[in-house]
């Protein structure tokens, strides 16, 4: 699978991400299955985080032949000092490893996260003293809010972001638009979450082809294309399927079409197209 360089963090990683969620809720034997065919793929990004149930816990033995050959990533949503202490210790215990090439402030949401990660005895307290101790090599955080993401990427020089990129977002709100800029200015890596996605579930929906997937991929296949390819042509560096290994395995087996046929005017009024289908519902 063709690597990219993410941002300014010396890492060269696979264009799709392996997401922990993928394990969680799984046999030990199925989570080793699904690991190894994403190694033999050519995947080499790993992300779980505490948040995922018993992803960690399954991730850890999986990954454990190949993780001196693979990036692994974790992220963490306390935000005070003494619980995301404890919260990363147990992750590195978890995933059997001594350390993170990235870890992440997740799901930066409100003005309460920033004030209380960012102040003092916050969580970012910690995370930079364990990147001075080499157990964190990168630094980056999540988000599904604009402001608050730039508000944080103000504070700190955070080398990656992991961020909604949808099709329906950006052509209907440029939702996500200032970000990227400042992004490519910044030369930070750009995780693309939400690309895969039509809209968020609705109520009625409980029997969802893809229960692990916490909103609803696109299941027709020209359009799933043009949504990737859309995500791809803002800059993103990597995809990050949502949940289930089924999802996974279709972007796997499609980004060398991908990146080889890349958006196009076609592609692009198929998107517009579809607007109205997703007109006055949520994404996320």
């Excluded at 690597?3 to 010396?10: A, C, D, E």
Aim: proline share 3%; with cysteine; aromatic share 10%.
């Amino acid at each position: 699978m063709q690597k990219v360089n993410l941002g300014n963090t010396g890492l060269e990683i696979s264009r799709v991400v392996f997401g922990g969620i993928i394990v969680m809720n799984e046999t030990s034997e199925d989570s080793a299955r699904y690991v190894e065919y994403a190694i033999n793929k050519g995947v080499n990004y790993f992300d779980v985080a505490p948040g995922y149930k018993d992803a960690e816990s399954m991730l850890g033995p999986a990954l454990a032949p190949y993780r001196k050959d693979v990036y692994l990533a974790c992220k963490s949503m306390e935000r005070g000092s003494e619980k995301i202490k404890a919260e990363l210790d147990r992750s590195l215990k978890l995933l059997q490893t001594d350390y993170f090439d990235v870890y992440q402030l997740h799901e930066l949401t409100t003005q309460e996260d920033i004030d209380l990660a960012f102040a003092k005895g916050g969580s970012l307290e910690v995370l930079l003293k364990a990147k001075e101790e080499g157990i964190i090599r990168n630094l980056g955080f999540s988000a599904h809010n604009e402001d608050i993401a730039i508000q944080a990427m103000a504070y700190y020089d955070f080398k990656t972001v992991l961020f909604p990129i949808n099709w329906a977002l950006l052509l209907q709100k440029n939702f996500g638009r200032r970000l990227l800029s400042i992004c490519k200015y910044k030369n930070m890596g750009i995780l693309a979450m939400k690309s895969l996605i039509e809209r968020n579930w609705r109520s009625e929906e409980e029997n969802k082809r893809y229960p692990k997937s916490w909103c609803k991929p696109i299941y027709d296949e020209e359009w799933a294309m043009a949504a990737l390819k859309y995500a791809l042509a803002t800059g993103a560096d990597t995809l990050v399927p949502p949940g289930n290994f089924e999802n996974f395995k279709f972007v796997v087996e499609r980004i060398d079409e991908l990146l080889a046929n890349p958006l196009n005017d076609q592609d692009i009024a198929l998107l517009q197209g579809k607007l109205a289908q997703v007109e006055g519902e949520l994404i996320f």
